[in-house]
């Protein structure tokens, strides 16, 4: 019986498994994460992360949700990934990841404990409908702010951006008044969105706090969400409840965003090596 050698990691909760290219082979990606990331019947996680060799960069990276299909960007699991590349590191450093979204860099800061800390660069926001995609009956302005999104019986607004991947941010005044869950799993489907979205909820705090809920696609219900934190404090920043330095609180702890003045979105947040393996197939 053959296996595959994987380490298992989480950022805040969100938790994905690392596979190294050479050991996958030419074996069918999307089956096996299904198959790997089942919380009953295999390792389980949010997502499968397979990380490869090539020149100029430390390695490349893709990225394989819990139902097979394949997402463009993660910000907790390209801090996984640089987890496990710099497991042995104690002093700063860099790594850089060839993405489907291009070349990105996670700087290591410092160890906490168990968790190291890094400051991912995740990218430029894009507020373009075409580009999200986000495809209404009638093209939206531009940021795309405070739109009324038909959702079950009623509307909510939405902010639409693209961050690495679709996003859709929703505020909440509390998780008491709305069924969150619920209209995560209505809006990642929406017809609106041709390639399904993340979405994002949100409660402010405070000018530099929110607190923050997610419901990702692919996966459903996540404890966390890197890109998500990222375009959550976008949309706070954009409608004036927030600056362009923001605390996410999550489910299980908080990460930083800087929106930075040349617009380049930073995140900053903890990964833990949690267990290393052999996965039988």
Same mark, same amino acid.
Request: glycine residues 12%; aromatic residues 8%; proline residues 5%.
């Given at each position: 019986?053959?296996?595959?050698?994987?380490?298992? +990691?989480?950022?805040?909760?969100?938790?994905?498994?690392?596979?190294?290219?050479?050991? #996958?082979?030419?074996?069918?990606?999307?089956?096996?994460?299904?198959?790997?990331?089942?919380?009953?019947?295999? /390792?389980?996680?949010?997502?499968?992360?397979?990380?490869?060799?090539?020149?100029?960069?430390?390695?490349?990276?893709?990225?394989?949700?819990?139902?097979?299909?394949?997402?463009?960007?993660?910000?907790?699991?390209?801090?996984?990934?640089?987890? =496990?590349?710099?497991?042995? +590191?104690?002093?700063?450093?860099?790594?850089?990841?060839?993405?489907?979204?291009?070349?990105?860099?996670?700087?290591?800061?410092?160890?906490?404990? &168990? @968790?190291?800390?890094?400051?991912?660069?995740?990218?430029? !926001? &894009?507020?373009? +409908?075409?580009?999200?995609?986000?495809?209404?009956?009638?093209?939206?302005?531009? %940021?795309? #702010?405070?739109? %009324?999104?038909?959702?079950?019986?009623?509307?909510?607004? +939405?902010?639409?951006?693209?961050?690495?991947? %679709?996003?859709?941010?929703?505020?909440?005044?509390?998780?008491?008044?709305?069924? =969150?869950?619920?209209?995560?799993?209505? /809006?990642?489907?929406?017809?609106? *969105? %041709?390639?399904?979205?993340?979405?994002? *909820?949100?409660?402010?705090?405070?000018? &530099?706090?929110?607190?923050?809920? *997610?419901?990702?696609?692919?996966?459903?219900?996540?404890?966390?969400?890197?890109?998500?934190?990222?375009?959550? @404090?976008?949309?706070?920043?954009?409608?004036?409840?927030?600056?362009?330095?923001?605390?996410?609180?999550?489910?299980?702890?908080?990460?930083?965003?800087?929106?930075?003045?040349?617009?380049? #979105?930073?995140?900053?947040? !903890? @990964?833990?090596?949690?267990?290393?393996?052999?996965?039988?197939?």
């Amino acid at each position: 019986m053959s296996a595959i050698p994987f380490a298992k +990691a989480h950022g805040v909760g969100n938790d994905f498994l690392l596979l190294d290219e050479r050991e #996958v082979g030419g074996r069918d990606v999307a089956r096996l994460a299904l198959t790997i990331c089942d919380r009953h019947c295999g /390792i389980g996680a949010d997502g499968v992360v397979i990380l490869g060799a090539a020149p100029g960069v430390d390695a490349t990276f893709r990225i394989y949700n819990a139902d097979g299909s394949e997402a463009t960007l993660s910000g907790n699991a390209l801090r996984c990934a640089a987890a =496990w590349l710099a497991r042995e +590191a104690a002093q700063p450093a860099t790594l850089s990841f060839e993405t489907r979204m291009g070349r990105r860099l996670v700087h290591f800061l410092r160890r906490e404990g &168990s @968790a190291a800390v890094f400051r991912t660069e995740i990218g430029v !926001p &894009s507020f373009g +409908a075409r580009d999200v995609p986000f495809h209404p009956a009638e093209p939206p302005s531009e %940021p795309i #702010v405070d739109f %009324p999104l038909p959702a079950g019986d009623s509307a909510v607004s +939405a902010t639409v951006l693209h961050m690495g991947n %679709p996003q859709c941010i929703v505020f909440v005044e509390s998780w008491a008044s709305v069924n =969150w869950m619920g209209l995560g799993k209505i /809006i990642e489907r929406h017809p609106y *969105f %041709p390639d399904r979205t993340n979405v994002g *909820f949100v409660r402010v705090v405070d000018r &530099s706090t929110v607190e923050v809920r *997610f419901w990702e696609r692919g996966v459903g219900h996540t404890l966390a969400s890197g890109t998500g934190s990222c375009a959550c @404090a976008v949309a706070a920043n954009l409608a004036g409840k927030c600056g362009r330095r923001v605390g996410v609180q999550l489910e299980r702890g908080q990460m930083d965003v800087n929106w930075r003045e040349d617009g380049v #979105v930073e995140l900053t947040g !903890p @990964a833990v090596i949690v267990a290393e393996g052999q996965f039988r197939l």
